[in-house]
């Protein structure tokens, strides 16, 4: 799955049906919100609620600030 996939537009979170960021190189989506993320297996998303796996709070804060910084680098224009 790619960043710009139109599927990411439309894709949301089992549990609290709000939307989910794409993460990379690990290949997952993840709800900062409910601190879940969720394998793509394949490619296909793996959106069951039993497949969230609970992120602990060192990494929930890097995978925010990795989330920040490839969002910023998207917009950067030269």
Do not use: F, T
């Not at 296909?44 to 969230?52: D, E, H, R």
């Not at 796996?53 to 990494?59: D, F, H, S, Y």
């Not at 890097?62 to 224009?77: K, M, N, Q, V």
């Amino acid at each position: 799955m790619k960043p710009d996939d139109p599927l990411l537009n439309i894709l949301a979170c089992p549990l609290d049906k709000g939307p989910l960021a794409l993460l990379h190189p690990d290949e997952a989506l993840y709800n900062p919100r409910l601190r879940l993320r969720y394998p793509i297996l394949d490619g296909i998303p793996q959106l069951l609620p039993s497949s969230g796996e609970r992120v602990g709070a060192e990494e929930h804060l890097l995978l925010l600030a990795g989330h920040s910084a490839a969002a910023a680098a998207a917009r950067w224009e030269p």
